[in-house]
């Protein structure tokens, strides 16, 4: 498998025990990692016991150190070098919640980004299934995604946002998977599933959107299905999505109330780990059989 950060990250993640605007704070824990959200479906891939290459735009001393951390996690690298540094994130975790600040990402110059597209139509011939995540690079144009979408003759899953998330839908990406809050904002439809049902006549083979705590709901051309952990875990939910993702990709052989139950699981096991990327097993293996399924009626709102 393939995962595209094109985005990419060095995370670093404070724990504090409780956040308070305008004071000061010591963290209990102080974790650096290389990050973006491909990388982090890489890394639960490869705990899953998948086969993995990483694949995307690095540049400048914190993108030598996203390079260093991905061979160090053990993951396969084809990382392309840009000219501009690479970002940071910061997420601050305390008493179960999670507050980010996300950096934009530098400007990408036409001759690393002709590089970068060269490179991947190679490395995706070759992929079984292509995941592209996360937010674009400052001066990429919204349709990035698209075109490396076009060029891939094997499975793909797309999990961004806004205006590349409407221009990747005219590639016909087999997945997208929105949050709730992205799938209001690009259709203007507060409903999941009526929106669902927009971007899948925009292009999208199926579409998974994460409802939270309530879970995922699965809108495709074979049926609707809503899927649900029997209760909430507490933890860090900054990894959940990017797990949801990485299960919907090693779960394209699967049925899919099959494989939404699976993203359900995967993806609560996300919640008890203090860093993104990371899954506890015996978490998933307890709430795997415990996950609600429930067959919407396809028709209801037409």
Partial sequence: MLTVTLNAALDVT????????????RPSAVDTRAGGKGINVARVLRTLGHETMVTGLVGGQTGAAIRADVMAAGLREALFEMAGPSR?????????????????????SISDWTDFVGGYNALAARASVVVLSGSLPGNLPEDAYAQLIRATPTPTILDTSDGPLLAGLAARPDVVKPNAAELAAVTGIGDPVTAARLLLARGAGAVVASL????????TEDGVWRAAAPEALRGNPTGAGDACVAALAAGFDLDWPTRLAEAVAVSAAAVPCPLAGDIDMDTYRELRP????EELDA???R
């Fill in 212 to 219: 939270g705590a309530a879970g995922l709901v699965a809108v």
């Fill in 88 to 108: 940071r994130t910061v997420t601050i975790v305390s008493d179960h919640a999670a507050t980010s600040v996300n950096e934009p990402g530098p400007p990408v």
């Fill in 299 to 301: 028709h209801a709102d």
């Fill in 14 to 25: 404070y724990q504090v025990p409780a956040l308070t605007l305008g004071e000061s704070h």
């Fill in 290 to 293: 415990a996950i609600a399924l």
